[in-house]
């Protein structure tokens, strides 16, 4: 059973365009993590969101975290070629220590 | 600054042979220390964790195995590689007594053929 569903799992678009990838579960997190990740290269820290309700931005990408802290969502806004990549969200059920949970990822691919 | 390191980059074995993936940790001290699989550029199933020096938590069974023998070192390893290792293999390193952030190394490609 996957506890993190990530979608979509492709999504396709022409620079300059917005979008909004989710990560849903029914299951509690204490904190989650999104990743983006490049073919050939580790996974790299974008955000952590750890209160329920919190919104952060990065620039172009808006990262929220559910009130219940079950989902997450990225808005990225004006897309970039640059923006290519598999963006995964992670989840860590517990407090202090415990091991993460990845989603499968949403691949994104901006075209010029 | 802290930083992971990972080698080789890629490598092909064929079936049967031995394998050992090293990853090291500079900058910090006692890391969590783990290791994921990757299959065709999707989720990462984590396969080990540590989080000290001999201290070992395998998550799934499988033909590998991990050791730490020193507090910023750790390596992957297999006495005989399946088909079925194939994959990309990620090293992650984390602070003392959390998980919720993590820091991935740039990665081993395996092929085994």
């Known amino acids: 059973t996957q506890l993190l569903e990530q979608s979509p799992q492709f999504l396709s678009i022409q620079e300059g365009e917005n979008l909004t990838v989710y990560c849903n579960s029914s299951?509690?997190?204490?904190?989650l993590q999104w990743y983006r990740q490049e073919p050939g290269e580790g996974p790299v820290l974008l955000v952590t969101?750890?209160?329920?309700?919190e919104v952060k931005k990065l620039k172009r990408l808006t990262f929220q975290f559910g009130d219940a802290r079950k989902d997450s969502s990225l808005h990225i806004t004006a897309a970039q070629p640059g923006d290519t990549g598999l963006y995964l969200c992670?989840?860590?059920?517990?407090?202090?220590?415990?091991?993460?949970?990845f989603g499968k990822g949403t691949m994104l691919l901006v075209s010029p | 600054s802290q930083t992971i390191h990972q080698w080789p980059a890629t490598l092909v074995q064929p079936v049967g042979s031995p394998l050992s993936l090293e990853c090291t940790v500079e900058?910090?001290?006692?890391?969590?220390l783990y290791w994921y699989r990757q299959a065709a550029g999707r989720g990462l199933q984590l396969l080990f964790y540590?989080?000290?020096?001999?201290?070992i938590s395998s998550e799934v069974p499988q033909n590998l195995s991990a050791s730490r023998p020193q507090d910023r070192q750790f390596i992957l390893s297999s006495k005989k590689l399946l088909l079925s290792d194939s994959g990309f293999y990620l090293c992650?390193?984390?602070?003392?007594?959390?998980?919720?952030?993590?820091?991935f190394g740039p990665g081993t490609r395996l092929t085994v053929l």
């Open positions: 992650a390193w984390s602070r003392t007594g959390t998980s919720d952030t993590q820091y």
């Open positions: 299951s509690v997190f204490s904190s």
């Open positions: 969101v750890v209160t329920g309700g």
């Open positions: 992670a989840g860590a059920r517990v407090l202090g220590y415990s091991t993460l949970t």
């Open positions: 900058g910090t001290s006692n890391p969590n």
């Open positions: 540590s989080v000290g020096i001999g201290q």
